[in-house]
């Protein structure tokens, strides 16, 4: 299990997944550092560490299920769920709009843990939940991998590591100004 942010911190700089340079994150604000999850849940022992923690600070709430969002959050979503014995489903875009599709349902009976990898502004957690709510199902909570900025939801929240990174506006990033090329390498765009 990983045990504390400043261990989760080694393994990150360890993988290289904290890069520098000039990005577009998936917020659409522009920021100087990114956070390479992938380089994360490319590791199955790796990942299996990460859900053990996240399915520990859950284990309290006494979710039904696991939702994560499409497509970063499918692997975290299912580790964790198998650690804590519950499905594990996501919320993917149909049409534009998030969704629950391929047969998942929730209902009333169900208390869902949201599970993400990297939280910028919480725009995706945020669209998960709404989707949870809509389908009448309660939100037990939320854990993140890396919260680069803290995001209130409104549910319980475990962030596995604080990693604050300063993000800008499109219209206020000084690498804008400076004439840097970005680079945009967020899967949000292509949920």
């Keep these: 299990m990983i045990d504390t942010g400043a261990e989760l911190l080694r393994e990150l700089e360890a993988r290289g997944a904290i890069l520098s340079g000039h990005f577009r994150l998936s917020s659409g604000r522009h920021s100087n550092r990114f956070v390479q999850k992938f380089r994360i849940l490319e590791d199955p022992v790796l990942v299996e560490r990460v859900a053990r923690a996240l399915a520990e600070a859950a284990r309290p709430l006494a979710p039904t299920v696991v939702v994560s969002a499409a497509v970063g959050g499918i692997v975290l979503g299912y580790e964790t769920a198998r650690q804590l014995g519950t499905l594990g489903i996501f919320v993917e875009k149909e049409n ?96």
């Design 96 to 191: 534009g709009k998030p969704a629950l599709r391929r047969g998942f349902a929730l209902g009333p009976d169900d208390r869902a843990f949201v599970v993400e990898d990297v939280v910028t502004t919480g725009g995706s957690v945020r669209e998960v939940l709404d989707v949870i709510r809509a389908h009448g199902a309660a939100v037990a909570g939320a854990g993140v991998i890396v919260q680069r900025a803290p995001a209130d939801f409104g549910v319980p929240t475990t962030a596995l590591l604080d990693l604050p990174i300063e993000s800008h506006e499109p219209g206020d990033c000084p690498q804008c100004r400076a004439g840097e090329p970005i680079t945009e390498p967020g899967s949000r765009f292509l949920r």
